[in-house]
Every structure is written in structure tokens, then in C-alpha cells.
């Protein structure tokens, strides 16, 4: 399987990306490939296209399917599995949100709870504890508002992400314009 240097810049970058959202560089290329091809491809096919081991290919499949990103299919006649990437770019987004906060936010909002329920030996447990407690409220709040953006579909999503910019400046301007109330706010807590 031929890549053409376009293509392949950017099967490896992905590679990279991948590495920073939590699956290996191999499997992000992998993905990558599947998401560009317009055509089901074989795990042999992965294979030439990437220049990699075929068990290889066999570890990433795996790793991909955990993640619910990849599709497999059969073709009439056919014993050859295909792999194609699930859905749309969105759909991958939320795979990749799903996960990771299954993976990392879930076992850290666990601990945090069973930690801030403790009750403290003495002050500077005390102050620790209300740190962590400030951790698990924002983890909570950031979990609960990711979910919200998931429950969108991608028009929804999208209208909304071109207001974020608009909303922000408004903010802006209301701290301009009433910089004394942020203050007190600010002085009262």
C-alpha cells in the first residue's frame, strides 16, 4: 500500500497526537491511516502502509477497539477482516473524551472523595484536604460541563465553540466596565 508524502506527513503526526491523548505513537498512526482511507482496510494492508509487524498491527486493532474507535467488517465471500474508523471526527472526539475520563478523571474523582471524607489528623492535613477538595470540585464541574458538550450534536457543538470567542470578549469588557465589583468579589472570599 502506496502513501503519498501528504498523507504520510500527516499519518505521523497523528502518530505523535496520539502519544498526548494516551495511546502508543504506532497506534495513533494507525488510526490516522483508517480515518484518511476511503476504502475498509486489512490488517496486512495496515501493515505495508505503516511499515510495521503484523502483530503489531494486531496490538494497535486491539487498543483501537478498546478505545471504540474502529469498526471491524467482512466482505461477502471474503475471510479477511476490514477496519474502519468509527464515525465522524466528532464522534473520535468523544470516544477519546469518553475514555480518557474513564481512564484518568473516574479513578482520581474516586480517590479524591474517599480522601476528602477523612478526617484530618491535624492542621496541615486540614489544609491539604481543602485543597484536594478544590481539585475534585473543578475535576467535578469540567467532568459534568464535557458531558453537557457531548449530549450536543455537531452543529450544536460548533455554534457554540464560534460563541466561546464572542463570549469571552464580553466578559472582557463587563471586567472593563465594573472593575469594582470584581474587586469586593475578589476581597470577600
Known amino acids: ?5 501528504q498523507n504520510q506527513s500527516f499519518v505521523y503526526h497523528f502518530g505523535e497526537m496520539g502519544s498526548r491523548w494516551g495511546f502508543n505513537r504506532t497506534v495513533g498512526q494507525m488510526y490516522a491511516l483508517l480515518v484518511i482511507s476511503e476504502d475498509h482496510l486489512t490488517a496486512n494492508e495496515l501493515a505495508a502502509g505503516l511499515n510495521i509487524s ?4 494486531s496490538m494497535g486493532i486491539k487498543e483501537l477497539h478498546s478505545w471504540q474507535l474502529i469498526h471491524l467488517s467482512h466482505k461477502p465471500g471474503d475471510r479477511k477482516e476490514y477496519y474502519s474508523a468509527i ?3 466528532w464522534d473520535m472526539a ?6 480518557r475520563r474513564k481512564r484518568e478523571i473516574d479513578p482520581t474523582l474516586s480517590l479524591l472523595r474517599t480522601l476528602v471524607l477523612d478526617t484530618p489528623a491535624d492542621k496541615s492535613d486540614e489544609y491539604a ?8 470540585d473543578l475535576l467535578e464541574m469540567v467532568t459534568e460541563w464535557a458531558a453537557e458538550l457531548q449530549r450536543l450534536n455537531p452543529e450544536q457543538l460548533s455554534r457554540l465553540m464560534k460563541l466561546g470567542a464572542g463570549v469571552s470578549k464580553m466578559l472582557s469588557v463587563k471586567d472593563q ?9 475578589s476581597e470577600s472570599v
Open 1 to 5: 500500500m502506496d502513501i503519498s508524502a
Open 94 to 99: 468523544n470516544s477519546v473524551f469518553k475514555e
Open 177 to 185: 466596565l465594573f472593575p469594582l465589583k470584581k474587586k469586593i468579589d
Open 87 to 89: 464515525g465522524s471526527v
Open 129 to 136: 484536604q481543602s485543597k484536594m477538595q478544590e481539585i475534585h
Open 54 to 57: 503484523r502483530g503489531n498491527v
